[in-house]
């Protein structure tokens, strides 16, 4: 077994519910998680998975370490990623399977069970949720969150920013806009266009987020992290 001092050490931004999911990858593959930082004050001083929350996420620029973030909101990811002036990491669960002739950009999260087939290309900061699969040519764009269980099917393409949620199924060739948002258990046999939220079998579009109609604006301190 490797020792504690031997793993590479990281830090998380982020203290939410997705921290403890990505702790749990990061220490089976080898890396250490010495501290979190979040701006919850609330937060401070409290561990989790036996790891301390130790301050706002401005102060991790101080550790010298590389980092990954745990939010699960896309927008937060991004605003996080921009704001913050760190090097990032990657964290692959020991029992997700990432093919050699896939390319994941910095900052990526694929967890347990998760299938990402030759012919991917990932963008920054993006999270394949457990048991989801990426099957061959796909391409999906900086800070997609994919939660647990999704299937794209090849050459679909997901556009930046855009949240799928837990066990949507994606036909072949399908085009996901940036922004968009899928509800849980969809099946999407159509394209759906950028900004617009989907949900149903098959799925139909069920609004526009007023909050995103257009480009979304990185304003930070407007979100905490979680």
């Given at each position: ?110 967890l347990d069970g998760a299938v990402v087939q030759p012919g991917v290309r990932m963008g920054a900061h ?28 090849g050459y679909v393409e997901v556009g930046e920013g855009a949240s799928l949620g837990g066990g949507a ?58």
């Amino acid at each position: 077994m490797v020792s504690e001092t031997a793993m590479r050490q990281i830090v998380l931004i982020g203290g939410g519910d997705h921290a403890s999911e990505i702790i749990g990858a990061a220490r089976l593959s080898g890396m250490s998680v010495t501290g979190i930082y979040d701006d919850d004050s609330n937060l401070w001083g409290q561990s989790i998975c036996d790891v301390l929350v130790k301050g706002p996420v401005d102060q991790a620029v101080h550790t010298g370490l590389p980092a990954v973030l745990s939010s699960a909101d896309p927008v937060h990811r991004r605003e996080l990623a921009e704001h913050l002036k760190l090097s990032w990491v990657t964290v692959i669960h020991p029992k997700a399977v990432v093919e050699r002739y896939a390319h994941l950009e910095l900052g990526c999260v694929v967890l347990d069970g998760a299938v990402v087939q030759p012919g991917v290309r990932m963008g920054a900061h993006v999270v394949v949720g457990a048991k989801s699969t990426v099957a061959h040519d796909c391409i999906l764009g900086d800070y997609v969150h994919m939660q647990p269980g999704v299937q794209l099917a090849g050459y679909v393409e997901v556009g930046e920013g855009a949240s799928l949620g837990g066990g949507a199924v994606v036909i072949p060739k399908v085009r996901i806009g940036r922004w968009s948002t899928i509800s849980v258990a969809s099946v999407l046999i159509h394209d759906v266009s950028d900004f617009t939220s989907v949900a149903g079998v098959p799925a139909k579009e069920i609004t526009v987020p007023t909050a995103i109609l257009s480009e979304p604006r990185l304003d930070y301190g407007r979100m905490q992290t979680g």
